[in-house]
């Protein structure tokens, strides 16, 4: 596996949708390009953050070719997980035929499934998609908290590539990158980055990049060239805005943010709730300054 195609920062897209709730994909574009200047090295698609489990399989699709249209060049990682397995390995292959670089998943989510299990719908993940297998970790969405010797089955194994990590166990992401450190471990918390890296992340994937990706890029490159002190001023800027997300509802402010920078992301769909007059002026009065 080529290390440098994996590392750096990528985007955890968020998805458009225009008045009628349907897929943007104009918008969509639109925002690859953005991110695109802004230096990430590629795109995380129809994650937690693209809102993946409120999309149909056919809207799945249609938002990993759109990506892969605008974006070719780029390195692609499509999360493919669903609480139907059935969809997963629909995904799984339809990822392999778009040319993506690697697929990802949540580990299945909702019934109580042993480790077993969990491992069974990996590994079925990883051999009909054919490609690298990124394991997500995020723990407090997905209820499913693996330790760290369930990690390292999966990461003494070629068919996976790494993780990533959305966790601030960074004593467990440290461990898992010194016992494989070929592996790519990815800092899922954007407002931990910089711990991140210091225990030894190659990468991050992220929500907030989406308009802020190129504050990332910068702070990767100051750590890599041992100038901590910036590094942390620019994450410490960049947590003044997240503090304010956070505040509002992490992917609807960030839809917000970009709607105000002239991109048509419209609301996060139902059950979210479109933001209120206040949220929106706080998302314009409070962090558009700050960006
Ligand atoms: O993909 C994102 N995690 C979630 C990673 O959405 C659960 C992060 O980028 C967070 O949105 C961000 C704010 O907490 O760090």
Do not use: W
Request: proline fraction near 4%; charge should be negative.
């Amino acid at each position: 596996m080529e290390q440098k195609k994996f590392d750096g920062i990528f985007t955890a897209l968020l998805t458009p949708f225009d008045k009628n709730d349907c897929v943007n994909t104009k918008a969509l574009s639109e925002l690859v390009k953005f991110n695109l200047g802004m230096g990430v090295r590629g795109f995380y698609v129809t994650g937690s953050t693209g809102e993946a489990f409120l999309l149909s399989t056919e809207e799945r699709k249609l938002v990993m070719e759109t990506v892969r249209d605008t974006a070719p060049d780029a390195t692609l990682i499509a999360h493919i997980g669903s609480p139907r397995a059935k969809e997963a390995l629909e995904l799984a292959q339809y990822a392999k035929e778009l040319g993506y670089d690697a697929i990802s998943s949540v580990a299945p989510i909702y019934y109580k499934y042993s480790f077993d299990e969990i491992k069974n719908y990996y590994y079925r993940l990883a051999d009909t998609g054919e490609l690298p297998m990124l394991v997500y970790h995020i723990p407090t969405f997905s209820g499913v908290n693996l330790g760290l010797g369930e990690m390292r089955q999966f990461l003494c194994d070629d068919r996976f590539m790494g993780i990533k990590y959305t966790s601030n166990d960074f004593f467990m992401l440290e461990q898992c990158k010194s016992s494989f450190p070929d592996k790519i471990v990815y800092n899922g918390f954007d407002e931990m980055f910089l711990c991140g890296l210091s225990m030894g992340a190659d990468g991050a994937i992220g929500s907030t990049y989406n308009f802020m990706a190129d504050k990332f890029v910068k702070i990767h490159e100051l750590f890599k060239a041992g100038n901590i002190a910036e590094a942390q001023k620019l994450q410490i800027k960049a947590n003044e805005i997240i503090a304010l997300l956070c505040k509002v509802g992490v992917m609807p402010a960030e839809k917000e943010v970009l709607n105000l920078l002239g991109y048509d992301m419209g609301d996060c769909r139902h059950p979210f709730s479109p933001l209120s007059d206040e949220a929106k002026k706080l998302v314009k009065d409070q962090i558009l300054p700050l960006i």
